[in-house]
């Protein structure tokens, strides 16, 4: 029943900057850990970054450490996703998710996804 919509995704250039937003509808937001996933064509879906429910445990994948921030306001129900330095290789469809049990890595444990948002990268 939880819709997630996710924003922010489009082109830019090496170097560049980019914040996503997922705004969730039709659940209590605040009882979800939430993610974001990422998958380029040809390849598996990655884990990129996640959030507890109140947004006091954060973790991300080691290729984004240090460029990317998760953070969330609960108020608004939304999760966002800043991606800072960008690469080449960050370019793919960024997926935002939620979990009713865990914050983890592990797409199996997440019971609702958004429909996804594409960015790419340019040299």
């Known amino acids: 029943q939880v819709q997630l919509a996710e924003s922010g995704g489009g082109l830019v250039q090496a170097g560049g900057s980019l914040r996503f937003s997922c705004a969730a509808s039709?659940?209590?937001?605040?009882?979800?850990?939430m993610g974001w996933f990422r998958q380029a064509p040809g390849k598996e879906r990655e884990f990129v970054a996640a959030?507890?429910?109140?947004?006091?445990?954060?973790y991300y994948a080691d290729s984004v450490k240090g460029r990317f921030t998760i953070s969330r306001d609960n108020a608004k129900n939304t999760v966002y996703l800043e991606m800072n330095s960008l690469k080449p290789e960050d370019t793919a469809v960024y997926y935002c998710?939620?979990?009713?049990?865990?914050?983890?890595?592990?797409?199996?444990?997440?019971?609702?996804w958004g429909q996804g948002t594409q960015v790419t990268v340019s040299s």
């Open positions: 959030i507890s429910r109140r947004g006091g445990t954060r």
């Open positions: 039709g659940g209590t937001f605040s009882t979800y850990g």
């Open positions: 998710a939620a979990s009713r049990l865990v914050v983890t890595a592990d797409s199996d444990k997440y019971n609702y």
